[in-house]
C-alpha cells in the first residue's frame, strides 16, 4: 500500500528517503545451527540433499543448475558491486562435481567447481557452453578453496589447494554477462554452494563487501 491507500498521480510532493547507511557485510559462515533467512536455495529445497553436522555442510547432487529441476543449490543476494566470496570443499565422493556459483538464471550462471581432479570455470549464457579455464589438482590434496571476487567491472575464478602458498586465478567474466539483459531472469545474481554430481561437503562459506 502506498499513499495511506489514496489514488497516486504523476507528479505528487512527498517526502524524500530517508539517509541510507552504507554498510558493509562482511561474514564468516560455518555450518552448525539453523541457517539465516537471508540463505536462499532454487525452486523449492528437496531438504534430504542438505545436511548440517559438526559445522559443516553436506550437499547431494540433484541434476543441474541449467536443468532447472530443483537443483542442489544454497547461496546468498550478491548485494555489492565490490564483494569476494570464498568456500573450501574438504571432501568429495568419486563422481562429485561441486563448488561456487554465479546464478543469475538457469541459463545464466557460471560455475567454479572442482570435479574429475579438475577445478575449472564454465559459464552457460542462454544456448551457449564455454569452459573459461580448467587446472589439473593433486590427488593427494584433502580440500580445495574456491573463491570468486567482484569489482562491478569483472568476476574473477581463483582456487587453491594445500599445496598453493596464495590463490590462483583461473578465469575472469565480465559481470555484464550474467545480468538480465544478456541472460533474462529479474531478481539479481545469487552466489553459492552447489552440487551437480554425486555429494561434497562444504566446510565454510565467507561473503565480504568491499
Not at 545436511?51 to 541434476?63: A, F, I, P
Not at 563448488?99 to 570455470?121: A, E, P, R, S, W
Request: glycine share 10%; charged share 20%; proline share 2%.
Amino acid at each position: 500500500m502506498v499513499n495511506g491507500g489514496e489514488a497516486i498521480d504523476t507528479v505528487m510532493q512527498c517526502k524524500t528517503l530517508a539517509k541510507q547507511l552504507n554498510i558493509k557485510r562482511n561474514k564468516h559462515y560455518t555450518f552448525d545451527k539453523p541457517l539465516d533467512p537471508e540463505w536462499v536455495y532454487q525452486q523449492n529445497p528437496l531438504s534430504g540433499n542438505y545436511t548440517m553436522q559438526n559445522g559443516l555442510l553436506c550437499m547431494e547432487s540433484h541434476g543441474t543448475l541449467t536443468e532447472n529441476n530443483n537443483p542442489t543449490f544454497l547461496g546468498i543476494r550478491q548485494e555489492s558491486a565490490s564483494m569476494r566470496v570464498e568456500t573450501e570443499v574438504i571432501s568429495a565422493s568419486e563422481d562429485a562435481l561441486a563448488g561456487l556459483t554465479v546464478y543469475q538464471i538457469n541459463d545464466g550462471h557460471t560455475d567454479l567447481f572442482v570435479g574429475n581432479g579438475k577445478v575449472m570455470v564454465r559459464t552457460r549464457m542462454k544456448s551457449v557452453e564455454a569452459v573459461l579455464g580448467s587446472a589439473s589438482i593433486p590427488v593427494d590434496v584433502d580440500g580445495v578453496r574456491l573463491a570468486i571476487e567482484s569489482d562491478g567491472d569483472m568476476y574473477r575464478f581463483y582456487y587453491r589447494t594445500e599445496k598453493d602458498k596464495d590463490f590462483k586465478l583461473l578465469a575472469v567474466q565480465n559481470c555484464s554477462l550474467l545480468s538480465t539483459e544478456v541472460v533474462g531472469g529479474f531478481t539479481g545474481v545469487t552466489i553459492g554452494m552447489a552440487v551437480e554430481s554425486g555429494e561434497s561437503i562444504f566446510g565454510y562459506f565467507d561473503y565480504q563487501e568491499r
